[in-house]
């Protein structure tokens, strides 16, 4: 039997410490594939702009909080500025697939830019917007997300926080498909990966997201041949930003938001 023909692909992310070098890497790995890069404005006005969301994540988080969001988005971005890195510009360009600068995911541009690809397949890897049915639709298969938890466990925007204070076990990365409600599709692959004792959330991001490569290589594989099987999970409350008790309670079960390795990840050190 021969090989399905590779799947056009339209990759949504969003540029940060957590996911900067599985996404590259990916993106190495199926450049022929990729029709779409779409990359998430992170300050946009939808989101508050860059005060609003400080002001709202001091509110709810407190000061704690602030360093995990600097070191995973605001540092990697001041040091590739500096050192005259342009990221994902740089890849796409080499490699002359189409950027697009994401401001509402759901809106007329990106629908036209969609369109003009013709992915057959949206896969959203750590992307910070939320796909209406209607922008799925404009794929023939559909979205795909790469979620960094063993779904329905932990589904939100940080998981490994949560993850890291159930223990040895809780950890791992899961491949669903993209529905009206977060991180709750049905799952198609999912596997658990250890970590090293005494990671901080951050660094469990980066090695998670990192173990999620192969797992979608399969996936892809297997909507190509038109076999991808999903099952559909329970439904669990979702986990969200912490609040600051939240984070002073995983403190004293030692787990951290960020430790020095990641301040070190973040300066490319």
Not at 91 to 106: F, G, H, K, Q, T
Not at 150 to 170: D, K, S, T, V, Y
């Amino acid at each position: 039997m021969s090989e399905a023909p590779p799947l056009r692909i339209a990759l949504f992310t969003l540029e940060s410490l957590a996911s900067n070098g599985a996404v590259s890497a990916f993106v190495e790995a199926h450049a022929a594939e990729l029709v779409l890069i779409g990359r998430s404005k992170p300050y946009r006005a939808a989101a508050g702009g860059a005060f609003g969301q400080f002001w709202r994540h001091l509110r709810h988080s407190g000061p704690r909080f602030l360093p995990y969001l600097f070191v995973n988005f605001v540092l990697p971005s001041l040091v590739a500025r500096w050192r005259g890195r342009r990221g994902l510009t740089e890849i796409a360009r080499a490699r002359s697939i189409a950027l697009l600068e994401v401001e509402d995911v759901n809106g007329a541009a990106c629908h036209a830019a969609l369109r003009a690809a013709r992915p057959d397949v949206i896969l959203s890897f750590h992307f910070d917007q939320i796909f209406t049915l209607e922008t799925l639709a404009l794929a023939p298969l559909g979205g795909v997300n790469i979620h960094p938890s063993l779904l329905p466990r932990h589904r939100g925007p940080i998981p490994a926080f949560w993850a890291l204070q159930e223990g040895p076990g809780a950890t791992g990365v899961s491949t669903h498909r993209s529905a009206a409600r977060i991180d709750a599709g049905e799952v198609l692959a999912q596997r658990a990966h250890a970590l090293p004792v005494g990671v901080s959330a951050s660094t469990a991001a980066r090695l998670l997201h990192d173990a999620a490569l192969p797992v979608i290589g399969d996936v892809l594989r297997a909507l190509a041949a038109g076999r991808a099987e999903g099952v559909a999970p329970p439904f669990l409350p979702y986990c969200g930003f912490p609040n600051a008790a939240e984070i002073r309670a995983a403190r004293r079960r030692g787990v951290r938001l960020v430790r020095a390795a990641d301040w070190r990840a973040a300066l490319g050190l």
